[in-house]
Antibody, heavy 119, light 107 residues
Framework: EVHLLESGGGLVQPGGSLRLSCEAS????????RSWVRQAPGKGLEWVSR????????DYADSVRGRFTISRDNSKNTVHLQMNSLTVEDTAVYYC????????????WGQGTLVTVSS | DIQMTQSPSSLSASVGDRVTITCRAS??????LAWYQQKPGKVPKLLIY???TLQSGVPSRFSGSGSGTDFALTISSLQPEDVATYYC?????????FGPGTKVDIK
């Protein structure tokens, strides 16, 4: 069974940094792109970032480009999201997502990890 | 970047009603569109991909249509368990932008 487990969320001050991780199990994630989607409290879904299966290609939403870095360790089936220069607008639940068995859309989601940016 | 809009932003309908939510892309995206359902306090769930293909396990009362810039999600007979917020997402190229969501309640 496919399972995505996020970790690393918490409370951080504005301007601070945080590193999220997402460990995949139940499949070999090295053959799949990995992505992050976030949801601010009471708000809608926002696509954040994507990394290709090999790790050669990364993409970012305009709102995080230059501050966030996505990376992966295929030996550990894990993807990371390094978040720097955090602002209150980055407060959200961060979901690790993957497109496994469908040609479009994210068919598997983690439970999410909450990042709170506040002084 | 292509922008995604949805209408209405919220709706209230009776059990058994036919409900339609629309999603519009600011530029054509062919059929590269997905729909998600997020129930209160839960993780989003993929309902439809390719604009009209039902994800495995999703009840047949859900259907999707459209291509290019205009898309629709239809619930043929609204059920109490369908109370949720529904999001569309463009899937043609990054950024894979989501629509703002449509909240569906029971009247």
């Amino acid at each position: 069974e496919v399972h995505l487990l996020e970790s690393g969320g918490g409370l951080v001050q504005p301007g601070g940094s945080l590193r999220l991780s997402c460990e995949a199990s139940g499949f070999t994630s090295s053959t799949h792109a990995r992505s992050w989607v976030r949801q601010a409290p009471g708000k809608g879904l926002e696509w954040v970032s994507r990394i290709s299966a090999s790790g050669d290609t990364t993409d970012y939403a305009d709102s995080v480009r230059g501050r966030f870095t996505i990376s992966r360790d295929n030996s550990k089936n894990t993807v990371h999201l390094q978040m720097n220069s955090l602002t209150v607008e980055d407060t959200a639940v961060y979901y690790c997502v993957i497109r496994m068995a469908t040609p479009q859309g994210y068919d598997y989601w983690g439970q999410g990890t909450l990042v709170t940016v506040s002084s | 970047d292509i922008q995604m809009t949805q209408s209405p932003s919220s709706l209230s309908a009776s059990v058994g009603d036919r409900v339609t939510i629309t999603c519009r892309a600011s530029q054509g995206i062919s059929n590269y569109l997905a729909w998600y359902q997020q129930k209160p306090g839960k993780v989003p769930k993929l309902l439809i991909y390719g604009a009209s293909t039902l994800q495995s396990g999703v009840p047949s009362r859900f259907s999707g249509s459209g291509s290019g810039t205009d898309f629709a999600l239809t619930i043929s007979s609204l059920q109490p368990e369908d109370v949720a917020t529904y999001y569309c997402q463009k899937c043609d190229s990054v950024p894979y932008t989501f629509g703002p969501g449509t909240k569906v309640d029971i009247k």
